[in-house]
């Protein structure tokens, strides 16, 4: 647009991008509603990452910048959305932690099919917790982060998120609600006395945590 400056253009576009996304999600729900498919279908809407630094949104009622390859809340905490008519009481809504690796499982077990016995399944499907038969089992994730894998001191981290807390293998620790873009490290000393026993089970879990997958 004339006059229109870079970081303007590049807002437009992402704001159109996710119009475009909403209107074509709408069009497939309908579809679904319309041919009676709805309650035979499992929709799930997801992201891996937040979005690029240079788009700005609100989040919990402040504005802030995108974190796309950034391990704070704010570049890796996102929105999962499932659509289940018949199965998921709509509105039903939960913050555990929960990973894109349990959506195998998750779809396993809607489809009405078994996993496989011969391995070690990391994800858990999600499908008790939204239909109401258990609570949702996992509390804490641990992570790896390695954008340049077999490059020595490109960006890695290690962490363990959870329990109000996340805690970096450097030491640094956030609570994740109060300080989602991590301006500002906490001491143990600043920990309550329930904090201090969530950081000893972050602690446990992120010494638990593989220095390399097995097969680097």
Do not use: C
């Not at 796309?68 to 509105?91: D, F, I, S, Y």
């Not at 996992?138 to 807390?165: N, Q």
């Not at 450097?170 to 989602?180: K, L, Q, S, V, W």
């Amino acid at each position: 647009l004339a006059g229109e400056d870079e970081a303007a253009r590049k807002q437009r576009l992402f704001r159109d991008m996710a119009a475009y996304t909403d209107h074509n999600v709408g069009r497939l729900v309908d579809a679904l509603d319309r041919t009676g498919l709805a309650d035979d279908t499992l929709v799930i809407f997801a992201t891996d990452n937040g979005s690029s630094r240079h788009v700005r949104g609100v989040v919990d009622g402040i504005e802030r910048e995108g974190s796309k390859a950034n391990t704070t809340e704010l570049g890796t905490r996102m929105p999962l959305v499932l659509r289940w008519p018949g199965h998921v009481q709509a509105g039903t809504t939960f913050d555990s932690p929960v990973d894109l690796m349990d959506l195998m499982p998750t779809l396993v077990e809607a489809g009405g099919a078994a996993l496989p016995a011969d391995r070690v399944i990391d994800g858990i499907s999600l499908v008790p917790a939204l239909t109401g038969r258990a609570t949702w089992p996992r509390e804490l994730l641990t992570f790896g982060y390695d954008p340049y894998p077999g490059i020595p001191g490109k960006r890695r981290a290690r962490w363990a998120r959870g329990l109000g807390l996340k805690l970096y293998a450097d030491g640094r620790i956030f609570r994740t609600a109060e300080d989602p873009a991590e301006y500002a490290a906490l001491q143990a000393g600043d920990l309550t006395g329930a904090e201090g026993a969530a950081l000893a089970r972050l602690e446990a879990a992120l010494a638990a945590l593989p220095e390399r997958h097995p097969r680097d």
